[in-house]
């Protein structure tokens, strides 16, 4: 939009400067033309030379003219090219600006946001590392307290085993069952109750 | 017509097997009764005869008995072996006769109906296992050498 406002600008500078220029040749040959005419009329019809001179007087302030008008139109053409420039400069410099503001934010909330997610993920990471660690733990803490029930267990039993068949070998046919009827009969007694109620269904 | 009604078993009765041991002896000798009367033309009398008993049923019947007093007998052993409770006792050896009526004695005090199954199983050393329809109460050596050793080993674990 800037460039084609300068555009604009440089085509109707140059129509003006050409209607100047064409009006400065204008006025000169006018100018030049009526002096001439009172030559002739104050002096009778010009002589060869005198035409030639003002001929070349003519011709050079001409030059001069367009001259001075090329300047003249060439500075103004600059003074408003600068003045454009500066203008669209100033409009970029404040678009570049808004623009600039407006990336940094958005840059800023996707850098904020990246950071969030980042953070949240870490989060999530270490909760489920921590969770894991625990169940980790927690099942190894079974299996070994499993593994050494389990290894009591084979102990108890291999003792067990060890002892009651040393000590079927040892009493075999030494304990008379005779002799163990005081001694069931007291623990009979003793679990009278308990017999009682579930045979009676008490 | 005599009307036998047992109070409690005989002591000497230990187990279902016994029962049925003496139904079936009873049915035998009703049905050979039976034959011989309806030959007759003559139903079951009240009169006493010397019925010879085995050994097994002389504890029910002291003096003579009737062939009512037999047929009432099986009935009410039919019951009793319905619905009589049943408890299981584990000893390590064979009990002789006297133990196994001292057992028995015992329980029977506790109900006059009771069937006692005696087991045997040497593993448990001594003492005996009582099984109940509810629970099983183990009262045997074995038990209380168990209950050391696991003690042993769970001083052993703490250490």
């Known amino acids: 939009m800037n460039t084609l406002q300068i555009s604009n ?62 300047e003249q139109m060439t500075s103004a053409y600059r003074l408003n090219f600068e003045k454009q420039l500066k203008e669209n400069m100033v409009q970029l410099n404040n678009l570049f600006k808004i623009n600039s503001d407006k990336i940094t934010n ?97 | 017509m005599s009307n036998y009604k047992m109070k409690a078993l005989p002591k000497q009765i230990t187990n279902l097997a016994q029962i049925y041991q003496i139904i079936g002896y009873i049915d035998n000798s009703l049905s050979s009764k039976l034959k011989a009367e309806t030959s007759l033309k003559a139903g079951l009398n009240n009169k006493f005869e010397q019925i010879e008993l085995p050994e097994i049923m002389q504890s029910f019947f002291s003096d003579k008995i009737s062939w009512f007093d037999l047929a009432n007998l099986r009935k009410q052993l039919d019951e009793i072996a319905k619905t009589a409770p049943v408890v299981t006792i584990t000893l390590s050896d064979i009990p002789n006769a006297e133990f196994k009526m001292k057992v028995t004695s015992w329980f ?9 199954e005696i087991m045997v199983d040497e593993l448990i050393i001594g003492g005996c296992i009582i099984k109940t329809e509810r629970r099983e109460i183990d009262l045997s050596i074995r038990k209380s050498l168990k209950s050391f050793t696991g003690n042993l080993l769970e001083t052993i674990d703490n250490v």
């Not at chain 1, 100018?31 to 009329?41: R, S």
């Not at chain 1, 307290?145 to 389990?150: G, I, L, M, P």
Request: aromatic share 6%; net charge neutral.
């Open chain 1, 9 to 70: 600008l440089n085509i109707e500078q140059w129509i003006l400067s050409m209607i100047i220029i064409l009006g400065i040749i204008l006025a000169f040959y006018c100018i030049l033309k009526m002096d001439f005419k009172k030559d002739i009329k104050a002096t009778g019809a010009p002589k060869p030379k005198d035409i030639d001179i003002s001929a070349n007087q003519l011709k050079k302030a001409s030059e001069e003219a367009l001259y001075k008008a090329t």
């Open chain 1, 106 to 202: 958005e840059f800023g909330q996707s850098l904020s946001n990246f950071h969030n997610q980042t953070r949240d993920m870490i989060t999530s990471s270490q909760n489920k590392i921590d969770g894991y660690s625990k169940n980790l733990e927690s099942e190894i803490n079974e299996s070994v307290s499993s593994r050494k029930k389990e290894a009591i267990e084979a102990v108890d039993n291999k003792i067990n085993k060890i002892l009651m068949a040393y000590l079927n070998n040892s009493l075999e046919g030494s304990i008379d069952l005779s002799d163990q009827q005081d001694y069931i009969l007291e623990k009979l007694e003793k679990n009278k109750i308990t017999i009682s109620r579930d045979i009676n269904n008490v």
């Open chain 2, 108 to 116: 029977r005090s506790i109900n006059p109906f009771i069937l006692v």
